[in-house]
């Protein structure tokens, strides 16, 4: 444990002894803080250029065969080759660049999270400075609303509170106080007599000696780990990184086995170099890349309409195969919004209903809704305490409609509470005892008709103590002790966070308060709140289990506040466990990896533990989801196989480090965000199913005929199919008939499967015996009609080579136009992996008719315009209307014996 880590274990005069002697570890030149925390020297971290993230476009096999074909193509003065393969290349380049924006910017994040400027004490006077100039054993002076500029060890604290929820995520503020902390080990959570760099205090005011600065801090830390933390590469792009390597093995050694072979059988060097490039360029699947990005970026965009920004695209298809979710409480799983549920008044239990600021829901007594003005005083004294003893305001949002609380949100949640009731007119308040951490209550005095009155409220223990008798149905009964503390016990055991309440009547002559006023009240009632789950997020668990996916509670609240609402929620199964901060500092990492399959809630954890907790679970196997709204989620978010940050509470240095962002905070959309990932991985799939037999169907027709050259001279003429109208097919294939398979509805069941294997492939067995079979029907058909059309022609009279080339490019092209039918055929089983394509309508995807009427309509221009025009790129003749029965009819089988095989399949 560092000794920076243990100030809170300090006595103010040992703090000071340390600082003197040196022996704090911390040398003045060592310390200086700085505006940013990476503005300091031992953090600098450049942002990537643009330049650089556009180069990183082309880090693929696929890309670089991609360019090697075209520098091969421009060498032989095939200049549309190089052309198409050159915009397929760039168009994909270019997709990615946009697509993935900018680069991780949690660096600059950072440096806006620190303060500029602090109030110290120097020489015995009041100094405002740069908060770059601190130093270890500076005192800083802390007012309300003020940022904390450096982490402090407190030495006076006047009823002061800091907003700790961007560096712990604790849901309230923090009360703090001076005295030292015994236990070692223990979550910046807990450390009470600390203040931290980056917080907020929200009330009150104190001072601090300067502990840490710059990367000693406990902000510094956790830019140390996002500094050591390298982004992992996503499963998708491990899983195309494998399949692309295999897919560029396969094509340099058919390609190379295609140039021994015509060798072999007497076909010149130029020749024989020349069919290589022809089958190398039929093989390749040009439009892939492109295509992957375009998938990628639609399940982008569909994700954005349900609340879920990507930032990085292969991550949209990483939450399809996430195993597990590790998520914040606060905010996430719960509103962030302090809620009474409960209230106890007059030996009664009254249940609220509605969640959040909305001031609007029923109280509930036994099974039925009551008015609170018609039940006994006591009731609405208890919500009127509440309401008035208060300086938390409700207010409407006029952007939204909806509301939210200017003040404490505890004090807030009672004024809700009073509102729901009807209660909203205020009394002129004469006085105030304010809320003292050491007091444990907050008093007001109220002007009243004939009688001033004193409303008082704050822990039950010290109001009781404060109190002679209590009321019940409106009139005024002995006051016992023990039944309310019990009540209060029970309700604090379901992790209510308890306030009691109490009044007392006084002369009209009484303007001002004291303590000694505050003797001989009358209890009034308890009212318990929480931060209430949110009410989708119950079903959105249950989602995940079914899709096999295990959700994980990762909290800096208490433990017994994260059991109550694990439990409301089923996470975890029923299971009880709860791991907190103190003993996961205590545990090494091997004690942790046995433990992290079953342990469901981490409660009171620090920053360095969400990161441990992260890095276990992958050692495990699995792909996780971390969420996190705070610059302590961090170091997490980055090392997550997927981060997601928080659109509404998150902080600029968690939604720089995520990939990937909720827009409404909330648990469910990250449920629907799983479903889409899945939906996404789904269409990769399909889409490069469909595209592979495009190539191998060809790679079949040039290397075969390759083959037969020497025994049919036919082959030896004129190849089936010209390199140009491969690409043609390839181009036009990956544009109007691949592209209408990413807009396929939704399978059903995606959230009913478990989740993929990480270590599974993109294909397996039963992926290549489908894309063989169907390339085995597109050689086929292209064969014969090639034969049927062309043996005719070198079978007549005519013995000139050239004329004999020029008189079977009709054969070649109906052979191309073949080619192309077969692709359409195929398309209308491949709209689904296992599901026969006569099990959903035609028209359920009007993507898919309009890209087949393009396609047809772009075939038949490049047949029968070139006469017209005069110009002729792609080497086509036109063909007579009869030839097409035939071309349509071997076409078919691609169809058919698809479906044949998806029925066995099922058998």
């Known amino acids: 444990m560092e000794k920076a880590k243990r100030w809170y274990q300090l006595s103010v005069e040992q703090i000071f002894e340390a600082l003197e002697s040196g022996s704090a570890g911390l040398s003045s030149s060592e310390s200086q803080a700085r505006v940013g925390i990476y503005g300091y020297n031992e953090l600098k971290f450049k942002t990537r250029s643009a330049l650089i993230r556009f180069l990183l476009q082309f880090h693929s096999s696929l890309i670089y065969v991609l360019l090697t074909a075209a520098l091969v193509t421009a060498i032989l003065d095939m200049w549309m080759d190089t052309a198409v393969i050159l915009a397929v290349v760039f168009a994909n380049t270019i997709m990615g660049f946009i697509q993935e924006g900018k680069a991780e910017a949690s660096v600059e994040a950072l440096e806006r999270m620190m303060t500029p400027e602090c109030t110290v004490l120097r020489d015995g006077e009041k100094k405002v400075i740069p908060a770059r100039e601190l130093v270890p054993g500076d005192v800083v002076l802390l007012e309300e609303g003020a940022r904390v500029p450096a982490d402090l060890r407190l030495f006076y604290a006047k009823t002061m509170s800091a907003d700790e929820a961007t560096l712990t995520g604790e849901s309230v503020p923090v009360r703090k106080n001076t005295e030292p902390i015994s236990k070692p080990d223990i979550s910046p959570a807990d450390q009470r007599c600390m203040a931290f760099s980056g917080t907020f205090i929200t009330r009150g005011s104190g001072q601090g000696i300067v502990v840490g600065t710059g990367e000693h801090s406990e902000i510094g830390r956790i830019a140390k780990l996002m500094k050591a933390t390298r982004k992992i590469t996503t499963p998708l792009m491990r899983k195309m990184a494998d399949f692309t390597r295999l897919l560029v093995i396969a094509i340099l050694s058919i390609a190379a086995l295609n140039f021994i072979l015509a060798v072999f059988f007497g076909f010149s060097l130029p020749y024989s170099f020349l069919t290589s490039v022809s089958l190398a360029v039929a093989a390749i699947p040009e439009g892939l890349p492109a295509i992957l990005t375009i998938t990628l970026a639609f399940g982008v965009t569909t994700m954005a309409r349900r609340n879920a920004l990507i930032k990085r695209l292969p991550a949209a298809e990483t939450l399809g195969c996430t195993t597990v979710i590790c998520t914040d409480k606060t905010g996430t799983l719960t509103k962030n919004q302090m809620t009474v549920s409960r209230i106890y008044c007059g030996r009664k239990e009254y249940m609220v209903s509605g969640v959040g600021y909305e001031p609007s829901g029923e109280f509930i007594f036994g099974n039925r809704a009551i008015n609170p003005e018609q039940e006994g005083k006591e009731l609405t004294e208890t919500l009127k305490a509440g309401y008035l003893c208060n300086n938390a305001t409700l207010v409407e949002n006029k952007g939204d409609g909806g509301y939210g609380i200017v003040g404490d949100p505890t004090e807030g949640a009672l004024v809700v509470s009073a509102s729901k009731a009807g209660i909203t007119t205020h009394l002129h308040r004469l006085d105030e005892i304010p809320f003292a951490a050491e007091q ?62 109490a009044y007392k009547l006084v002369p009209k002559d009484k303007k001002v308060l004291n303590s000694e006023d505050l003797e001989g009240l009358t209890f009034l009632g308890l009212q318990g709140m929480m931060d209430p789950p949110r009410e989708e997020v119950k079903e959105a668990v249950q989602k995940c289990k079914r899709a096999g996916i295990r959700v994980v509670m990762i909290t800096g609240d208490h433990a017994q506040t994260a059991k109550a609402i694990a439990r409301q929620l089923g996470i975890g199964g029923g299971e009880d466990t709860v791991l907190t901060g103190e003993e996961l500092s205590r545990m090494s990492d091997a004690e942790l990896y046995e433990v992290v399959d079953t342990v469901p809630v981490y409660a009171r954890v620090a920053p360095e533990h969400k990161f441990r907790i992260t890095k276990q679970l992958q050692s495990r196997g699995h792909i996780i989801a971390v969420t996190g709204d705070g610059v ?34 909330n648990f469910a959309s990250i449920v629907s965000a799983v479903e889409e990932g899945r939906h996404v991985f789904e269409n990769i799939r399909k889409v490069i199913l469909y595209t592979l037999p495009t190539n191998g169907g060809q790679t079949l027709l040039i290397l075969g005929a390759i083959l037969l050259a020497p025994f049919i001279s036919l082959f030896a003429l004129r190849l089936p199919i010209e390199p140009v109208q491969i690409l043609w097919i390839n181009l036009v294939d990956a544009v109007a008939l691949a592209l209408p398979i990413i807009k396929e509805p939704k399978e059903k069941g995606l959230l009913e499967r478990p989740p993929r294997n990480p270590k599974e492939q993109i294909t397996d067995s039963p992926f290549f015996k489908k894309v063989g079979l169907v390339s085995l029907v597109m050689a086929l058909a292209g064969f014969l009609v090639y034969y049927y059309y062309g043996m005719p022609v070198i079978s007549g009279s005519v013995v000139d080579e050239e004329l004999l080339k020029e008189l ?22 491949a709209r689904s992996i296992t599901e026969s394509a006569f099990r959903f309508s035609p028209f359920s995807n009007k993507w898919v008719l309009i890209g087949i009427a393009i396609t047809l309509g772009l075939q038949l221009t490049i047949i029968y315009a070139p006469r017209f025009i005069g110009v002729n790129p792609f080497r086509t003749a036109p063909i007579p209307a009869e030839w097409w029965i035939l071309m349509i009819l071997v076409s078919l089988p691609a169809f ?9 399949t099922k058998r």
């Open 896 to 904: 058919f014996i698809i479906e044949f095989e998806k029925f066995l």
């Open 632 to 665: 302590n989620d961090a170091p997490a978010l980055k090392a997550a196989d997927i981060g997601i940050a928080m659109g509404i509470t998150g902080t600029e240095v968690s939604k720089e480090a995520a990939d990937m962002i909720i827009t409404d905070d």
């Open 808 to 829: 079977l490019k009709p054969a070649q092209t109906a052979a191309f136009t073949t080619v192309m039918l077969v692709h359409i055929c195929y398309l209308f089983t």
């Open 440 to 501: 444990q209550y907050m008093a007001t005095l109220h002007e009243g008709a004939d009688e001033n009155v004193i409303y008082v409220k704050g822990s039950p223990e010290r109001v009781l103590r404060m109190c002679q008798n209590k009321l019940v149905n409106g009139n005024i009964e002995p006051l016992r002790s023990e039944e309310i503390l019990a009540e209060a016990d029970e309700m604090a055991g379901e992790a209510l966070r308890v306030l009691s309440m």
